[in-house]
């Protein structure tokens, strides 16, 4: 089993940064492909971008490519999320989640066993 807890995220004006960062603890880290996924007010949870385990594939919503960064240190058991661009839309709660199929990056949250607790983001225009 795995714990994970976000941290990182808060209130921003449209157009600024924000990274997200996941904390792991538990088995081992770097059996786990590692997903990020958002959850605004009535809307159902979203895939964001997830990582496997090995960096070798990475897979982006295409609502966030090339604004959004997913990168991970096995080494520390942390996974990031490097938000630029931001926009009102974007406001959500965002999830770290935890795959036990380490290559395969679905989008699809049934994959994802593990999730931590959540950070809020909000976009203000």
């Known amino acids: 089993q795995v714990q994970l807890v976000e941290s990182g995220g808060g209130l921003v004006q449209a157009g600024d940064s924000l990274r997200l960062s996941c904390a792991a603890s538990g088995r081992t880290f770097s059996g786990y492909c590692m997903g990020w996924f958002r959850q605004a007010p009535g809307e159902e949870r979203e895939f964001v971008a997830a990582?496997?385990?090995?960096?070798?594939?990475?897979n982006y919503a295409d609502s966030v490519k090339g604004r959004f960064t997913i990168s991970r240190n096995n080494a520390i058991n942390r996974v990031y999320l490097q938000m630029n661009s931001l926009s009102p839309e974007d406001t959500a709660e965002y999830f770290c989640?935890?795959?036990?199929?380490?290559?395969?990056?679905?989008?699809?949250?049934?994959?994802?066993?593990?999730w931590g607790q959540g950070t809020q983001v909000t976009v203000s225009s």
């Open positions: 990582i496997s385990w090995d960096d070798g594939s990475i």
């Open positions: 989640a935890a795959s036990t199929y380490p290559l395969y990056t679905s989008s699809d949250r049934s994959y994802y066993s593990y």
